[in-house]
């Protein structure tokens, strides 16, 4: 009951965070390419293409030490989320949204991270597909291991 309650509470933080961190004009991602946005102690890297946003949300220790990283799809141009899509990439397939909240989600988190270094991602939703660019990923986005590293996991 207790579970239920946190996770509840981490899925409002995060959003919370998410339409804070994407109501500034500082978070505007140049089309095809990989961004990083910083606020509240908080990372965010995203892309843009044809209208929608994949998102990486990673809460650091300082802060929100107690929300996990997720993954998630939103529109543009009103930040509506998708509730389901699909991300394939590097020969794996990832069910989203999801959070790095337990030892499976963060398996998913990293590997899903490495492969998007590596290559484009399609994804999925309502019927239609569409290619986020590998671009400038290697970049941007931070690799598991290494030094900079601070999205929460688990």
């Known amino acids: 009951m207790i579970n239920t309650h946190i996770r509840k509470a981490r899925l409002a933080l995060s959003a919370l965070l998410t339409t804070l961190v994407l109501a500034t004009p500082a978070t505007q991602a140049a089309q095809g390419q990989w961004t990083q946005g910083y606020g509240q102690g908080n990372l965010e890297y995203f892309i843009d293409a044809q209208g929608m946003r994949l998102l990486i ?35 794996h397939t990832f069910e989203g949204p999801f959070e790095a909240d337990s030892r499976v989600g963060e398996n998913n988190f990293i590997t899903l991270l490495n492969d998007l270094r590596k290559g484009d991602a399609l994804v999925s939703y309502g019927g239609k ?17 290494k030094k900079g590293f601070q999205c929460n996991l688990g």
């Open 57 to 91: 949300g990673c809460p650091t220790q300082e802060g929100s030490a107690d929300a996990a990283s997720s993954v998630t799809l939103m529109t543009v141009a009103s930040s509506q989320e998708v509730k389901k899509f699909t991300v394939k990439v590097g020969g």
């Open 129 to 145: 597909t569409i290619t986020f660019a590998k671009s400038n990923a290697a970049q941007v986005l931070p690799a598991y291991g």
